[in-house]
Structure formats: C-alpha cells, structure tokens
C-alpha cells in the first residue's frame, strides 16, 4: 500500500508534467481559464500546498490537451492493485532498460510493417502495448526528474 506521501508525490508530478506538455502553466492556464497562481500551487511540491490538487474537471481537460494522459494515468497507476514495472534509481542500467523498452516499441513497429508495409489490427494493439509501457517508463523518469521519484 502507498503512502498518502507517496500518492501525494505522483499526482503533483503528474500535474507539472502535463503542464509541460502543453506548453507550460501559462499556456495551461489560458487554456483551462484557471489564474496561473491556483495551477502553479497544484503542481507545487512544498508544505503550504501539500493538499491542494489540481480539480478533477481541470485535469479531464488537460488531459484531453496533453500529448499523454499524464494525470489519468497517475491516478491508474494509484489504484492499480499490481505495481509497474521501476526504473528504480536513475542509474545507467535504469537507463538501459529504458532504451530497451524503447527499442521494443522500435521493433514491434519494424515486425509489423517489414512483410506488407501494412499495419493490420493485431499489430496495432501490439503497437500500442509497447508504446504504453515505454510511456510507463518515460513517466516515471519524468517524475524522478522533478523530484517526485
């Protein structure tokens, strides 16, 4: 079981990574009609604004915007009964699995088209399978990075 800490840390990282994503809080604010000041404590890791997130309807909306459900799949991952596959520390081999997890999704794209030049239905889910673990992955280097991991 995660911590409230813990839970806390994923959702404020997931918050400033999908602002990123847009183009950061300015543009997210403009975007979300929301002052840059209530988005800015959202994403803020420290004590004044430990229990303050981003609203649900903001987030929806942010979401759609991004690149990639940054805080949707926070929130999967929260109340995920199985744990995801870690980085761990950001280590040379952390990166290492990272670039093979990468090279997966390099690979099932190669199989798919390689006989046919033609990406049937099959290979599209498998695609797509190795795309969202390499987003996994990518997510959290991203919250290691901002100081969530």
């Known amino acids: 079981m995660r911590s409230v800490s813990d839970c806390n840390s994923i959702i404020k ?5 999908a602002y990123e994503a847009v183009g950061g809080v300015s543009a997210a604010a403009n975007m979300l009609g929301v002052g840059s000041s209530s988005l800015t404590k959202y994403a803020s890791t420290g004590d ?3 229990s303050s997130f981003i609203r649900f309807d903001l987030a929806v909306q942010l ?3 991004s ?3 940054f805080l949707l799949s926070a929130m999967s991952q929260l109340v995920s009964e199985e744990k995801p596959a870690s ?3 950001i280590t ?3 990166i290492l699995k990272l670039d093979g997890v990468l090279d997966d999704v390099v690979r099932e794209v190669a199989r798919a088209i390689e006989d046919d030049d033609h990406v049937d239905a099959a290979e599209k889910l498998a695609i ?4 969202n673990a390499a987003k996994r992955f990518l997510a959290q280097l991203d919250a ?5 991991g």
């Open 92 to 94: 040379a081999s952390a």
């Open 63 to 65: 979401d759609r915007q």
């Open 144 to 148: 290691m990075l901002v100081g969530a």
């Open 13 to 17: 990282a997931a918050t400033a990574s």
């Open 48 to 50: 004044e604004w430990a």
């Open 87 to 89: 980085l761990g520390k």
């Open 67 to 69: 690149p990639h459900p």
């Open 128 to 131: 797509r399978n190795r795309i």
